[in-house]
């Protein structure tokens, strides 16, 4: 497994993290295992949120834990100001949570839900430009200096509202911003999946770097588009998955993928998680495999470091190799 350093962390932080949105007391078996074999490869992150799953995320991950007893050799990512998620994780983008309140009140039920002392990060799930930086920050800050969270950051924001608050973070003295978690991959999208959700660019990446922060990429293989699941603008997919993904030059990219992928003796797979991780930014990587097999592909990605010229291939800013 490869580290990285986090503003904030004195542990190392794993580059692939583990994803928990899909998790659930249904499929403990297989959760389990999944977990065991990311931790027995150097995995030391695990990403989770209150409203993951309808809430059910949460309780499985715990449960593991407690059975397993490794709480302190492990990093938690936990998140708040999700819109409302009902029991049957339907979600309701119109009843927006972004506040200081919010804040309160979904890390104060996660740590108790969990069992929990403290979060190592704790990131927003959304924005709302209409809520003042200065009243979330000062509220990270508060939990900080309470020993509840360890990090801060944000997730799904604009570059503008993330200097902002980078801004005031300095002029108060605050720890600031750590993390911040777009969705960072090599597929252009047109529309977003999920209501607010960003996703963004190299150029988004790097002036997040250059203002001391780290990105976590969720949704950094495309949402399985580089598997590759999908052949041609014809394939049968869901809507969201052709709303966001299928366009021409997504295809064109897929093709390069699997040049690159067939060239590197690989799996088309890692050569879009290896142009997220590369080395050229300070960038981790949520995924969410399904089972240890999934997991295990994803893994071989950290053996595969992109040359300048792949990647601008990979890009589609140049012509050949």
């Not at 580290?3 to 249904?26: H, N, S």
């Not at 938690?76 to 119109?94: G, R, S, T």
């Not at 770097?209 to 949402?223: D, K, P, R, Y």
Request: hydrophobic residues 40%; negative net charge; aromatic residues 10%.
């Amino acid at each position: 497994m490869e580290y990285c350093q986090i503003k904030g962390l004195d542990a190392q932080v794993a580059r692939i993290a583990l994803g928990t949105g899909w998790f659930g007391p249904e499929n403990e078996e297989a959760i389990f295992e999944l977990m065991d074999a990311y931790v027995a490869n150097g995995g030391n992150v695990i990403d989770t949120g209150r409203f993951y799953n309808g809430g059910k995320a949460e309780t499985v991950i715990t449960k593991w834990l407690k059975e397993r007893g490794n709480r302190d050799e492990l990093l938690l990512v936990n998140k708040a100001c999700h819109h409302y998620v009902d029991e049957n994780n339907v979600q309701y983008p119109d009843k927006s949570r972004v506040g200081a309140e919010y804040i309160t009140e979904d890390l104060e039920y996660s740590l108790k839900n969990m069992g929990v002392k403290h979060f190592d990060m704790y990131v927003m799930h959304r924005d709302n430009e209409d809520v003042p930086v200065e009243e979330l920050m000062d509220r990270f800050e508060q939990h900080r200096l309470e020993g509840k969270i360890t990090t801060y950051g944000v997730s799904n924001w604009s570059v503008e509202r993330i200097k902002a608050a980078n801004d005031y973070c300095k002029e108060k003295g605050y720890q600031g911003i750590s993390i911040n978690s777009p969705s960072f991959t090599l597929a252009d999208v047109k529309k977003p999946r999920w209501f607010r959700a960003v996703y963004v660019d190299a150029d988004y990446v790097k002036k997040n770097n250059e203002m001391g922060i780290t990105v976590m990429s969720w949704g950094a293989q495309g949402a399985g588009f580089f598997v590759p699941l999908w052949k041609d603008m014809n394939a049968d997919a869901p809507e969201d998955i052709k709303g966001a993904f299928f366009t021409e030059g997504n295809f064109k990219k897929m093709a390069r993928v699997e040049e690159v992928a067939k060239i590197r003796e690989v799996e088309p797979i890692n050569v879009a998680l290896a142009y997220v991780l590369n080395d050229r930014f300070d960038v981790f990587a949520s995924i969410g495999p399904r089972n240890k097999k999934e997991l295990l592909s994803s893994l071989k990605a950290q053996d595969v470091h992109l040359t300048p010229e792949e990647i601008a291939y990979l890009e589609l800013r140049t012509e050949s190799l």
